[in-house]
């Protein structure tokens, strides 16, 4: 079972930028497809992006955020990253990292098979 922590998280005003990391234990992080997902007050938990087990692999993203956000991996050091930047006070929810033993999983939360804690970001208007 691989454990995930997310960091990174904070209040930042509409327009700036955030990065969040995902770091996970275990030996078999190269081989996992991964995503972050994001729930807001009062909301179902919403896909955000996903990629490949590949370090360089193939990402997909939400409507909402593509553009503005960009996920990536560094298997070396078994950590994921969502670089998120022109802030939108709308982006403003928990964000959770998660693994998948499906090769390249889709947007539906029930792909995917383990989950970090979550980091809140808040972006004021």
């Known amino acids: 079972q691989v454990q995930l922590v997310e960091s990174g998280g904070g209040l930042v005003q509409a327009g700036g930028s955030l990065r969040l990391s995902c770091t996970a234990s275990?030996?078999?992080?190269?081989?996992?497809?991964m995503g972050w997902f994001r729930q807001a007050p009062g909301k179902e938990r919403e896909f955000v992006a996903a990629?490949?087990?590949?370090?360089?692999?193939?990402?997909f993203y939400a409507d909402s955020v593509k553009g503005r956000f960009t996920i990536s991996r560094d298997n070396a050091k078994n950590t994921l990253y969502l670089q998120m930047n022109t802030l939108k006070p709308e982006d403003t929810a928990v964000y959770y990292c998660?693994?998948?033993?499906?090769?390249?999983?889709?947007?539906?939360?029930?792909?995917?098979?383990?989950w970090g804690q979550g980091t809140q970001v808040t972006v004021s208007s």
């Open positions: 998660a693994n998948s033993y499906r090769r390249r999983p889709g947007a539906d939360p029930n792909e995917f098979d383990g």
């Open positions: 275990g030996r078999t992080f190269s081989s996992l497809a």
């Open positions: 990629i490949s087990w590949r370090t360089g692999g193939i990402a």
